[in-house]
């Protein structure tokens, strides 16, 4: 188990970046097609494998008292995210592995690919029904919120192996 928990953050980075580029090969409204095809069913398993693995991701980040790190702000602690702002603003990064602002922004991350995965599930466990299309709709968009939260998160993990390397 301590592999897996160790193999998380790669495997899900593979998987979602894997979803989003066979996503427009993905044609499902409010229920499975009778003509889905493999871009669909692929979608489906691995999006529900994804979903599962972002909850043993989070448990994995919040255990033994970590989610202090992550979701310090929710019990007050707002002290290390304005320190950092600050630290950005004299244009010196933010410390990684710190509570602060990287954390801060890791927790939201966190949180996200939680949602994308239970919206998903939500809309399979639904077909047909009255709140697939509402459930779809919500996938889509915080699939779009995900994507664009990769992003920063990939130029934050790069421009610090950038610093690492001065």
């Not at 979803?19 to 427009?24: E, G, Y």
Request: hydrophobic share 55%; charged share 10%.
């Amino acid at each position: 188990m301590s592999q897996l928990f160790e193999r998380l953050h790669v495997m899900l980075a593979l998987l979602a970046i894997w979803l989003f580029i066979t996503a427009d090969q993905v044609h499902l409204a409010n229920r499975i097609h009778v003509n889905a095809g493999f871009w669909d069913y692929n979608h489906i398993v691995l999006g529900s494998i994804t979903a599962l693995l972002s909850l043993c991701f989070l448990y994995k980040c919040c255990r033994l008292g970590q989610w202090r790190l992550y979701f310090g702000w929710c019990i007050g602690q707002i002290s290390p995210i304005v320190n950092d702002l600050r630290q950005l603003k004299n244009k010196q990064l933010p410390a990684a592995g710190a509570p602060g602002l990287l954390t801060f922004i890791e927790g939201f991350g966190l949180i996200l690919m939680v949602l994308v995965g239970l919206s998903g599930c939500g809309w399979l466990m639904s077909q047909g029904g009255s709140m697939a299309m509402t459930l779809r709709d919500c996938h889509i968009d915080l699939a779009g919120a995900l994507f664009w939260y990769l992003i920063v998160h990939a130029i934050a993990s790069f421009s610090h192996f950038l610093e690492m390397l001065r």
